[in-house]
């Protein structure tokens, strides 16, 4: 199965930069903040997605520097808050972020926006907040127990165009970027 960008995406002066297994990241080059899109193709299928999502007790074994996750708000299986601690590399100090996941399904594909919830819970010392950190997943059934997973933290005002904006402007490293894909290629979900 072929990767690419939709329509809407192409619209956004993306570039191919990073390639790992099955995975692409897409960058903006020159732009005013670190923008990506990662995509991959895995074995899957929507509702073993949502289900690896869905548990907060599973994402330390699947998610790249997640020390721990609790859910905090569940207003459904498809509507829930959790907050998540990460471990950084040296010289770095742990983070964490409480994010909303809010699912929504259309024939074929699955859309998981993730959006900032810092205000639930109170920061707590040796964490550094992450307050400004969002995103989506775009997820697409391929058949045959396949799936097309898309994934940007951040938003832009337009479905399918993101942005990523940290605290202060600061750019990401390319470990993200990395560590995202390393996820993508081995959580076979």
Known sequence: MALGLSQAEEEIPWEKTLFKGDVVVYKVPDSAFREFLAEGVMKGS??????????????????PNCMETALIESKSPD????????????????????????????????????????????????????PQIGGS?????????????????????????????RHGGKKISTFDEDALCTFM?????
């Open 79 to 130: 509507d829930f808050t959790y907050h998540m601690k990460l471990n950084v590399p040296f010289p770095f100090e742990n983070r964490d972020l409480v994010q909303r996941l809010v699912f929504s399904e259309e024939e074929g594909y699955l859309e998981v926006a993730i959006i900032n919830r810092t205000e639930l819970v109170p920061e707590q010392k040796g964490l550094v907040r992450m």
């Open 137 to 165: 997943w775009r997820v697409r059934e391929l058949g045959g127990d396949m799936i097309n997973p898309k994934f940007s933290p951040g938003f832009r005002n337009e479905r399918l165009k993101y942005n990523l904006s």
């Open 185 to 189: 290629v081995t959580s076979q979900t």
């Open 46 to 63: 929507i509702e073993k997605f949502k289900a690896l999502l869905r548990d907060p007790d599973l994402q330390p074994e699947w998610l």
